[in-house]
């Protein structure tokens, strides 16, 4: 019988790309597999003729002798190389199988590839308060981080001074065996040493063989000038330390900026409501407003009316990346005086008589004629 076309088998074109094989593959590997199709000689068959496909069209060598011979390129039994179960050297079952089903039965790839030695320590993260003085400015901050440290005494290693961990002999330091469960060989973490490749006989006093204590460690960490809530400043190899003397991770410290009693701030530029009273907004005049550089003065001119915004160049946040800075944007607020006597009462209604009929509150009176205009077309 003809065998099919491995193209055809896996669904995709001549010309996908690694990727899309691979991805043809996990697809049809997990419909076609025996735990989830038990008793089902037809899905058995399938998934084996999948795994084949796989094993050589994933190998640029294997794939290129089919595109040109076709199965007679690698099928020993018509000459070829073949793709057995260990014929030319190719990826085992188990290996494919690693790869594919490794996040479900613990394993880190195929092909006998251990998961032993120093790995990478965690990245951590600090969330550090400032005031929005510091963000504009910059500042440097001292913060206290709690973290696994590698062990000074044992230099991380986990064994006692002057010794050294033996090679695991349950997986030969792969960090991973291999389990035969029915059709299927799995490749699993080793028990015995948790993936390390290592198994210390006389672990170290102070870290019990662990290779990392816990520490509280105190950083000096520099805040450049115009950073933003939400802003990360990476340290980095200030992280954890890794596990049997691996690298350190990071530390990441995000900044939150605490909510400041004048200013709001908008990106680069700095917001501030100024009140003033409705006899400097009507005539004008001059007012100190605060900066984060000290006080400016602010001309308010005459009618000026109130939501009126004043800006004031450059004295906003410089930009975190260089490149200017932002301004500041005082919106004036006419205040209502309050706590009036009978005489400023009387004073405030002869003021109110001497501007009837006389055009003093144009935007007032362009209000009233829309709201009749609106009613007169209802």
Sequence with gaps: MSKRDLYEVLGVEKGASAEDIKKAYRKLAMKYHPDRNPDDKAAEEKFKEVQGAYEVLSDDQKRAAYDRFGHAGVDPSMGGGGFGGGGAGGPSFSDIFGDVFGDIFGGGGGGGRGRGGPQRGADLRYTLEIDLEDAVK????????????????????????????????????????????????????????????????????????????????????????????????????????????????????????????????????????????????????????????????????????????????????????????????????????????GKQKDLLRAFQDSLEGKDNSPRRESWFDSVKKFFNDL
Aim: proline residues 6%.
């Design 138 to 341: 910059g500042t440097k901050v001292q913060i206290k981080v709690p973290k696994l440290e590698s062990c000074g005494t044992c230099d991380g290693t986990g064994a006692k001074k002057g010794t050294t961990p033996a090679t695991c002999g349950t997986c030969n330091g792969h960090g991973q065996v291999r389990m035969q469960q029915g059709f299927f060989t799995l490749q699993q973490t080793c028990p015995a040493c948790r993936g390390s490749g290592k198994q210390i006989k006389d672990p170290c006093p102070d870290c019990r063989g662990q290779g990392r204590v816990q520490k509280t460690k105190t950083l000096s960490v520099n805040i450049p000038a115009g950073v933003d809530n939400g802003d990360r400043i990476r340290l980095a190899g200030e992280g954890e330390a890794g596990p049997m003397g691996g690298p350190a991770g990071d530390l990441y410290v995000q900044v939150s900026v605490r909510e400041h009693e004048f200013f709001s701030r908008d990106g680069n530029d700095l917001y501030c409501e100024v009140p003033i009273s409705f006899v400097d907004a009507a005539l004008g005049g001059e007012l100190e407003v605060p900066t984060m550089d000290g006080r400016v003065k602010l001309k308010i001119p005459a009618e000026t009316q109130t939501g009126k915004l004043f800006r004031v160049r450059g004295k906003g946040v410089p930009n975190v990346r260089g490149g200017g800075q932002g301004d500041m944007l005082c919106r004036v607020v006419i205040e209502t005086p309050v706590n009036l006597s």
